[in-house]
């Protein structure tokens, strides 16, 4: 497999359809050329969590100067925290010639391709798809996350972002896990 010079990786796809197991999986692989963009917050660090590898913990007026000084290629405010990700980051895993990848709900994906593209990067967008609606709502179960009543919920939710997938480059059906990395790693390692 050769490697190609570093462009920018967005997985999406809804809720449940397998974002997180895939990027895993891809991960392991292929450590070597891939690496997941690391948020950076101002929310406070949960036990267990690292600074560096589950986010970059800031201090509020930091995260205020990463704004204004323009490194902040988005960020979003939840629940009173600040959420983001910066060129910093973006440029620390190009420097290491791997690909930067994204993992995102489909609004993130409208917003953040063109603010990527404008300062000048090359991107490549991958929407999962389920096999079938049968199959989401039992990932979403088995993932044990769900309370029954928020179900339904996510699944409309789901039929309406799958909506989007003909604003991506390439659409994966994520039928199983080896044949969703071989097509994702032909697609990626090919460009
Ligand atoms: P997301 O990050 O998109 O919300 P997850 O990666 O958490 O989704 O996966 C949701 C559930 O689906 C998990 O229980 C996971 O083990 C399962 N899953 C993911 N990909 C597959 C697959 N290809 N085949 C079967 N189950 C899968």
């Known amino acids: 497999m050769t490697q190609n010079s ?3 990786l967005i997985l999406s796809g809804p809720s449940g359809v397998g974002k997180t197991t895939v990027w895993e999986a891809l991960h392991t692989k292929h450590a070597d050329y891939l690496e ?16 560096g590898k589950h986010y970059y ?6 995260f205020q100067s990463g704004i204004d000084s323009g490194d902040m290629i988005e960020y979003a405010l ?3 925290n600040y959420y983001g990700s910066t060129f910093q980051e973006l440029e620390r895993i190009v420097k290491l010639g791997k690909h930067p990848l994204y993992i995102v709900d489909p609004q993130g994906m409208v917003h953040l391709k063109p603010l990527l593209e404008h300062r000048g990067y090359t991107v490549q967008t991958f929407f999962l798809l389920p096999p079938s609606i049968d ?10 996350t769900e309370q029954s009543d928020h179900m339904e919920l996510r699944l409309a939710n789901a039929l309406m972002e799958m909506e989007e997938q003909d604003f991506y480059d390439h659409k994966i059906i994520n039928t199983t896990l080896e044949e969703t990395l071989e097509t994702l790693a032909t697609i990626i390692f090919s460009k």
Do not use: A, N, Q, Y
Not at 36 to 51: D, S
């Open 6 to 8: 570093p462009h920018i």
């Open 135 to 144: 199959e989401l709502r039992l990932r979403l179960s088995g993932r044990g």
């Open 78 to 80: 939840v629940h009173g």
């Open 57 to 62: 913990f800031l201090p509020r007026e930091d």
């Open 36 to 51: 997941k963009i690391v948020t950076t917050t101002t929310r406070t660090k949960r036990e267990g969590e690292e600074h």
